[in-house]
């Protein structure tokens, strides 16, 4: 349990650290970790997310946080997948991808999550459709 707590802080260390340096472009490597850290702290992972900071998919309304945490809870891998340069609707940013961690329907090897942020590392979000692993740019 220590471990997890030391994990979190450290993790919210660096995110807030390249918080701080938004209105600066990314490289490929931190829009990585920024996006490996924000699906942990969002709780898409088997490690403690951060509650107060929870950013809600474009479909999602739940006013019950701990439910939505138990739904999201452990489908995705910590380590990205791959990545692609640019957004969805935007030229510029980032596309970083996580697979998801039960792959037993083969389908379900197909496909994977995408964080989507602009360039600065800002705007970020999880995006609700399923993101084709063929389709990045590289994977990792």
């Known amino acids: 349990m220590m471990l ?3 994990i979190t802080s450290a993790s919210l260390l660096l995110v807030f650290s390249i918080a ?3 209105g600066k472009k990314l490289n490929q490597s931190e829009a990585i970790k920024l996006a490996e850290r924000f699906i942990i702290l969002n709780g898409y992972t088997d490690l403690p ?3 107060n900071r929870v950013v809600l998919e474009s479909i999602e309304a739940s006013p019950n946080t701990d439910e939505l945490l138990r739904e999201r809870r452990n489908t995705l891998e910590r380590k990205a997948y791959g990545v692609a340069r640019g957004r969805k609707i935007r030229s510029s940013g980032w596309t970083v991808v996580f697979r998801y961690k039960d792959r037993s329907d083969p389908e379900m090897r197909e496909i994977g999550r ?3 942020m602009d360039a ?3 705007n970020m979000r ?4 399923d993101f084709f692993l063929r389709a990045v740019d590289r994977r990792l």
Do not use: Y
Request: glycine letters at 6%; zero cysteines; aromatic letters at 0%.
């Open 20 to 22: 701080d340096a938004r």
């Open 126 to 129: 999880v995006e609700h459709v």
């Open 120 to 122: 600065d590392g800002s």
């Open 114 to 116: 995408a964080v989507t």
């Open 49 to 51: 997310p951060n509650k």
């Open 4 to 6: 997890k707590l030391i």
